[in-house]
């Protein structure tokens, strides 16, 4: 068990790093790249490359990219040139929004994807195995950006049951609770229908083995059947699924946020990805980075608690 | 045995081809979807025909409301523009750059997968590294760098999609070349003395197809999104081209007083995404049956 962690962790580690070398090269290879961006395209290259020079960026990539490395494990993340402010200052806040609805749409994922997982695969080929299918195929097909229009034409400018925009700020007459309402249907919309498919493959591989036979034989009512011997074992799957899903609601949510306006981490990536604020590009990129490695060791984590032959093999 | 296969006279390609599309019969959603895709190709095709104006011309002076109307079926947009006309053209950007970037993401994905499944040891090691680095990443924000540091083009978009696909082909093709690699067929070719390119291209790989074929309509889908979402996000074409993404971006802000103007755009990319995906649920179950 020990072992399983230093090397997972050794793995994280060799990751982020890689993962830093990409990031800091692709944004900082050329000298000028840097300061041509703090400097505007008006300024003269003669003024680029005294800047250049005053802030070191024409020694070798690889003495900056140490340098730079240094700062942030230092906790140093730099200086927006997007919001003129330290990068510290700003992430953090953008991360706990977008944590409020990632939470919100996990909760509700979770919950539904079995559901409706479960509904669907105990019966393969039945009617509502296939509605289910068939729907969660149509919903995930949508693009969150039309998603997004479509909700908001019904429930916004048809009915008025909702704020178009979630600026997270009760000035405009809208309670902060239903500005959270359209960002968090859009993400469930656009993700459920994934997580649906494969609880329901699992379900149905489930159904095929032979103690569900042994079960349905000594006289259990199906219900039972299904939940006291299927549904166990048909989430073990799924598990790594289900949780890899917030990489997707924690770093993913670019799409949502521009629709409705949020003021969460995927605006800010957008914004520094458009405005060009490498120290806000980079930082968040590593976060979202760590993000994913870090779900998967706890997927495969939990994968080896739920199962028992891995646990003990 | 082997002589009774070898006197049935084998169909040509085509009609091979042919009877596999059949097959698509027996599944509704299958057709459906097929139905949609070859709705969308027809409409690409024939673009010039179809669109009643020209897709980059204002149409400012009155004609009545923005909306709907027998002049403008699916309206103006925001700049007087045609909408229909813009929808039809557009299909030409998405079926011309995703099938691009598609085609590219496997060719590199195939190239990957076959090398690591087949040579496995270091070569392995080495691709399976790079493809886990580049996947740790968050697919968006992948596009996000990509495209905000080589600035938003046709081209950009083909190389980002390369880029973030062909670590997943590349798994896909890895896994099955690892299983392919021990038929016996590959065995008789490899005394025959056939070469390792040989081998991977016309022993492995025409073998893996079917996987593949319904990956590569899923990931259709997934660049059509893609290409839509960085249109969305201002980073897709550059203007006047009619983007879908990008018509979509132009006027969402509009939305309470002419929704018409996100609302068809959106429907159209939607219907694409839905058609291929639906056809490779049609696929994949024929394929099962088989």
């Known amino acids: ?313 | 045995m082997a002589a009774i296969t070898m006197g049935k006279k084998q169909d040509g390609f085509l009609l091979r081809l042919l009877k596999r599309i059949a097959l698509l019969r027996e599944s509704p959603v299958g057709m459906i979807g097929a139905a949609l895709v070859l709705f969308w190709i027809l409409v690409a095709i024939f673009a010039p025909l179809l669109a009643p104006y020209d897709p980059n011309e204002n149409y400012m002076d009155d004609y009545g409301n923005w909306g709907p109307s027998a002049a403008f079926w699916l309206g103006r947009d925001n700049q007087g523009r045609d909408i229909l006309s813009r929808i039809i053209w557009g299909s030409r950007i998405v079926l011309t750059v995703g099938p691009i970037a598609t085609f590219c993401a496997y060719v590199v994905g195939c190239t990957m997968g076959l090398l690591a499944g087949y040579y496995r040891g270091w070569v392995d090691v080495v691709v399976s590294r790079i493809s886990d680095i580049i996947l740790s990443f968050p697919v968006i924000i992948l596009y996000l760098i990509i495209i905000s540091q080589f600035g938003p083009s046709a081209f950009n978009i083909i190389v980002a999609v390369t880029f973030i696909a062909s670590p997943q082909v590349s798994r896909i093709v890895r896994s099955l070349t690892l299983e392919l690699r021990e038929r016996d067929y590959v065995a008789a070719a490899k005394m025959r003395g056939e070469s390792a390119v040989y081998i991977m291209l016309v022993e492995i790989l025409p073998n893996a197809r079917g996987p593949l074929i319904v990956d590569a309509c899923l990931r259709m889908g997934y660049t059509t999104i893609a290409i839509g979402v960085l249109g969305f996000l201002g980073l897709g074409l550059p203007p006047p081209d009619p983007d879908w993404g990008g018509m979509v971006k132009d006027t969402y802000t509009m939305m309470s007083t002419d929704p018409h103007m996100s609302l068809f755009p959106c429907a159209a990319i939607s219907s694409l995404v839905v058609g291929f995906n639906l056809l490779a649920d049609g696929l994949r179950e024929i394929s099962l049956r088989d």
């Open chain 1, 1 to 313: 068990m020990l072992k399983f962690f230093v090397k997972r962790f050794g793995y994280l580690l060799l990751t982020m790093l890689a993962v830093s070398l990409i990031i800091f090269v692709v944004n900082e290879y050329s000298p000028g790249q840097v300061t041509r961006k703090i400097l505007g395209p008006f300024a003269t290259q003669n003024e680029v490359d005294i800047l250049t020079v005053k802030m070191g960026l024409d020694r070798p990539i690889i003495i900056r990219y140490i340098e730079w490395l240094g700062q942030i494990l230092r906790g140093d993340l730099g200086k927006s040139t997007l919001w003129g402010a330290p990068v510290n200052s700003i992430i953090w806040d953008r991360l706990l929004n977008t944590s409020i609805i990632a939470s919100l749409a996990f909760a509700v994922i979770v919950p539904a994807s079995i559901i409706f997982g479960v509904a669907a695969g105990m019966r393969e080929g039945s009617r509502l195995d296939r509605t289910i299918s068939l729907a969660s195929i149509v919903t995930t097909s949508v693009p969150e950006f039309a998603s997004g229009v479509f909700l908001q034409s019904v429930f916004v400018i048809w009915l008025g049951l909702l704020p178009g925009t979630s600026p997270l700020d009760a000035s405009g007459g809208w309670s902060i609770a239903s500005q959270l309402v359209l960002p968090v249907a859009v993400m469930v919309l656009y993700d459920l229908g994934y997580v649906v498919r494969m609880v329901r493959a699992s379900m149905v591989e489930t159904m095929t083995r032979p103690f569900i036979r042994t079960a349905v034989l000594k006289g259990l009512s199906f219900r039972n059947v299904i939940m006291k011997h299927a549904i166990r074992n048909a989430m073990i799957g799924p598990f790594t699924v289900i949780l890899l899903q917030i990489n997707y609601l924690v770093t993913g949510v670019v799409v949502v946020e521009a629709v409705v306006g949020y003021p969460g981490f995927g605006r800010m990536m957008l914004d520094a990805a458009l405005n060009k604020d490498i120290a806000v590009i980079e930082a968040g990129s590593m976060f979202a980075v760590f993000v994913t490695v870090s779900t998967q060791i706890i997927g495969d984590f939990g994968y080896m608690l739920l199962n028992p032959r891995i646990r003990f093999a």
